[in-house]
């Protein structure tokens, strides 16, 4: 797997909108991006809008494909997730991208993009806050991002006592990502093998049940069974039915890996919350589960 160079100040930086349209605008970022020492350019979709897109989906893939072709253009950020990345993936060329790596940089959505490249370019990819998250980020993420990007220590320890873990420890490439998108690209050019990974997931606004169904699905699709580790991220404005579905999901998630032995730990600081730390998909790591306290460490 293919490592992007490290960013320096002075570098060249593109924001992208390969999904839906931005509301508002992203200031912020530009001013801390800025702050950091980078340049950065606007592509034409973070101001445009067709329906719930950033534009039409060829303007949309034309924007994605010129920063991925400019040499001069060292990371690529994705304005904001929402829906659409899909609908032009298989349309873009990654040959001028894979021999000239660049960090490719968002979530939620995104998620399509980070499986694709892990699985049909090769490349290390970045699952961290996008420019429309930066103004309601935790100093905490924000600086995690700035680490993964200028390539600073970027391992994480954390503890929690919401929902107890399963103590453990696993190795292997950090994958994954938002769980309906992982979901939405089984058995797709994008999707990916699971076995011998630590797999991470994080998801907004679903029920109950339908994260059980979509659990069930990986189940089926025999994705969980030879897992290294899974890293249960932020799971927020979650739905429940009426009747209730009956089970915390904590709980939903445990029940499917009940039967496996590999390291299991909730609440990890990634997702759609503000504490959204970065995350280097594609990099080997070294994951330690206690009851209380999770160690994500990157291996060289």
């Known amino acids: 797997m293919n490592t992007p160079a490290f960013l320096k100040k002075g570098d060249k930086v593109a924001i992208v909108c390969p999904a839906s349209y931005i509301k508002g605008d992203i200031d ?27 534009g ?30 899909v609908r032009i993936i298989d349309q873009l060329d990654f040959s001028q991208f894979s021999k000239c790596p660049k960090w490719i ?16 370019v090769g490349v290390c990819s970045i699952h961290g806050q996008m420019p429309k998250s930066f ?12 680490s993964a990007l200028f390539g600073e220590n970027t391992d994480l320890i954390y503890k929690q006592t919401i929902f107890p873990n399963r103590a453990g420890t696993g190795e292997g490439r950090l994958i994954g990502g938002n769980l309906a998108i992982l979901h939405s690209i089984l058995a797709s050019p994008s999707d990916g093998k699971y076995d011998d990974k630590i797999l991470f997931i994080e998801d907004v606004g679903e029920k109950h049940y339908n994260i059980d169904r979509m659990l069930w699905t990986l189940k089926r699709a025999n994705k969980l069974s030879k897992l290294q580790g899974l890293i249960v991220g932020g799971f927020t404005a979650l739905q429940d039915s009426n009747p209730p579905f009956g089970q ?18 909730f609440h990890f600081p990634a997702g759609h919350i503000a504490d959204n730390h970065s995350m280097i998909l594609g990099k080997q790591v070294q994951l330690t589960v206690k009851n209380e306290q999770t160690s994500l460490h990157y291996l060289k």
């Open 105 to 120: 940089i968002g979530f939620s959505d995104i998620t399509v993009l980070h499986s694709h490249l892990h699985n049909q």
């Open 248 to 265: 915390r999901f904590e709980e939903i998630v445990m029940d499917h890996v009940a039967e496996y032995d590999f390291p299991v730990c």
């Open 28 to 54: 912020v970022a530009l001013r801390i991006l800025g702050d950091w020492g980078l340049r950065v350019a606007v592509g034409n979709s973070v101001t445009s809008q067709f329906h719930q897109f950033a």
């Open 56 to 85: 039409t989906d060829e303007l949309r893939r034309q924007d994605l494909q010129t920063a991925l072709d400019d040499p001069e253009i060292k990371a690529i950020f994705a304005a904001r997730g929402g829906y659409g990345t």
């Open 135 to 146: 103004e309601e980020s935790s100093q905490a993420a924000l600086s995690s991002l700035r």
